[in-house]
């Protein structure tokens, strides 16, 4: 597609209960980045794949986040045992390069957990 | 440990006039630096980037001036319009590392008429 897509637009959950995010990046992209939201802050780097690896995955803030991108294109990012300190916006962006910025980021996911 | 700083929560500026926005960093790995603008439910999008060893980086009605000695950069729009009203970040990157963005907490700026 033209643009980053990610599904869903917006998810609520209850506290406990495991969700799935999907990022489709811009065709042709090597570089896709997770990245969240909280109210009131900037973006908060989670992880970065250069293809089907995960480059970078250092801002995952526990074992309850993981995030695949199996065959280089679509990504997942997973969150089991949901805590409501988990509610933000969670932000995909790609790119062609790993470096200078220059991304595109997605409208997001806004989740939260009730 | 807040490393990319915007003071300033929000910015209103006739149209028209200039629009100064400004930041500040602590960390002396960063060497590149970009300007992000957010409009409600929709992702950032970049507007202008800098590296380290500029001072000043110009794209129409956008200039970005960054002071490395100070570890400080702003952001100029001149002359400001309606659709610049939007949510602006700056954001820091280390080009040595895997690329990830330090992003800054944001300025809302409301251009009035």
């Known amino acids: 597609g033209a643009g980053v897509s990610q599904t869903p637009s917006n998810k609520v959950t209850e506290k406990g209960k495991y969700v799935e995010l999907r990022c489709d990046p811009i065709s042709g992209h090597t570089a896709l980045y997770w990245y969240r939201q909280s109210l009131g802050q900037g973006p908060e780097f989670l992880i970065y794949f250069q293809g089907t690896g995960a480059a970078d995955d250092s801002g995952l803030p526990n074992d309850r986040f993981f995030a695949v991108r199996p065959e280089g294109s679509v990504s997942t990012l997973k969150i089991q045992r949901t805590e409501r300190g988990d509610s933000a916006v969670y932000l995909c962006?790609?790119?062609?390069?790993?470096?200078?910025?220059?991304?595109?980021f997605g409208s997001g996911t806004r989740l939260t957990v009730v | 440990d807040q490393q990319v700083k915007q003071n300033s929560p929000s910015l209103s500026v006739q149209e028209g006039r200039i629009s100064i926005l400004n930041c500040d960093y602590t960390n002396s790995m960063f060497d590149y630096f970009l300007w992000y603008k957010k409009y409600p439910a929709e992702g950032p999008t970049f507007l202008i980037s800098i590296s380290s060893i500029k001072d000043k980086n110009e794209d129409g009605r956008f200039t970005v001036f960054l002071n490395k000695s100070a570890k400080h950069l702003s952001l100029h729009i001149v002359p400001s319009q309606p659709g610049d009203s939007a949510v602006y970040f700056c954001a820091a990157e280390n080009t040595g590392t895997a690329s990830k963005l330090t992003f800054g907490t944001g300025t809302r700026l409301q251009v009035t008429l």
């Open positions: 962006a790609s790119s062609f390069s790993p470096q200078g910025g220059g991304y595109t």
